[in-house]
């Protein structure tokens, strides 16, 4: 049976003598395997996290009851009613009407909040100005709430995590490269980054999927993006692109006799 080049790839990264293969190919490639990593981290991280959903309507009941008083009042006078977008709209607002959800996935009338999440459902107006004694209805709503925010959320962390590692790469492969140029041992600048973008496969599903429970242990030393940058994984990765180094020319060596 044929392995598939991605796995085959990810066991390269973690066997030093193999970095002197990975160190030749074009850095896009590296690029494209850095975020199948980031990719598939965050599929296992999102397993790990989905018994969390089961436990987010009663831990945001739980959370509510901590309010002595929530309630929201306002008075809101309405024209016209609001539609986005204009054509085949995912909400619709209109306080002076009683309306029937049909496409939409938010419809706000005059008496209630119809919502579409798995089957069609409603709350009371009334029920959310005053969530504080309404907690199993209130928690309930905000609970498929962030349910649905969250492919919009992720997607939203893997830009940034794949901009933070972007920026790993390319300041640790260049510090690399800087340091090997010093020396006797040169690598190119390509292949530098190429070594560095392999290196981090462990550091990424440490972090990633450390995140889901905690991730105090790794240290979090400074943000950058919003995101943690940890001691305990930058120097993992340091000691990595060492060792990449060193199987570089552990391989250069064998292909040479």
Known sequence: MRVPGFVKEVVWSVYPPRYRQIAD???SGSLWYLSKVLFFAFIIAGLLFAPKLFMLKNSIESELSKFETFGISGNVT???PIAVPA?????????????NISKEIFVIDKETVKYRFINTKSISREHLKNAGSNRAAAGGFFASVLVMLLPGIALFLYIR???KYFLYVLVFGTVFFIIMELSRYRL???QMLNISAHALTIVIF??????????????????FLGLNIYAITTGLFAGLIVLGIVGYYIG????KR
């Open 188 to 190: 190119r600048w390509k």
């Open 206 to 223: 440490v972090e990633v999927v450390s995140a889901v429970f905690t991730a105090v242990y790794l240290l979090p030393v400074l943000r």
């Open 87 to 99: 054509r085949n709209p995912w909400v619709v607002v209109d306080l002076n009407s009683d309306l």
């Open 25 to 27: 190919k074009p850095f």
């Open 78 to 80: 309405q024209t016209a």
């Open 252 to 255: 250069d060596y064998k292909r």
């Open 161 to 163: 995590m794949w901009i």
